[in-house]
């Protein structure tokens, strides 16, 4: 049964733990909506100062609103329009420090300052992406990136 164990080490241990801990929660599992479940779960556990962590998943030529922890939210994002639209579109991971400051931001929730999009490429499709939103400006960072977008690759294996 898998057990969470409590983050203790310096940040970068703390997310190399954090990824160890999903390859041992996922990689039994066949289930790609129990382990996209599971994924959103265990980082909304792992991260602070978040209000939202999920997955919008490709629906053709829109995201369509996958697994998550938080509020309700859009349920479906054309590709090229907001972050995750742009992330999808681009296939590149979309750091925004100031969501206010994005061109055609999408709001889902008032509350969000700042955001962070993983595009999510299987077979070199875009499968989706990972979208972690804050309250806070400029939440996330370099490390925080690197080692995001280490767990999508991780995740990626097993969906």
């Not at 999903?22 to 909304?44: G, M």
């Not at 750091?95 to 055609?104: C, T």
């Not at 992406?129 to 960072?141: E, G, H, K, Q, Y």
Request: aromatic share 10%; with cysteine; charged share 20%.
């Amino acid at each position: 049964m898998f057990q969470v164990e409590h983050y203790k080490g310096n940040r970068e241990e703390n997310y190399q733990l954090l990824i160890k801990q999903l390859r041992s929660l996922i990689e039994d599992e066949k289930s790609e909506i129990a382990n996209l479940a599971n994924a959103s779960s265990l980082l909304n556990q792992f991260l602070d100062t978040i209000n939202w962590v999920g997955f919008y998943l490709n629906d053709g030529n829109e995201l369509v609103l996958g697994p998550f922890q938080g509020l309700p939210a859009c349920v479906r994002i054309p590709f090229g329009r907001g972050v995750c639209g742009t992330a999808a579109q681009n296939k590149t991971t979309e750091r925004v420090a100031d969501v206010n400051q994005f061109p055609g931001h999408i709001a889902c929730d008032s509350a969000s300052k700042s955001e962070i999009v993983i595009p999510i490429i299987k077979d070199g499709n875009v499968y989706g992406v990972l979208d972690i939103d804050s309250p806070v400006t400029n939440r996330f960072d370099e490390i925080d990136q690197k080692y995001l977008e280490e767990f999508v690759a991780v995740l990626t294996q097993y969906i």
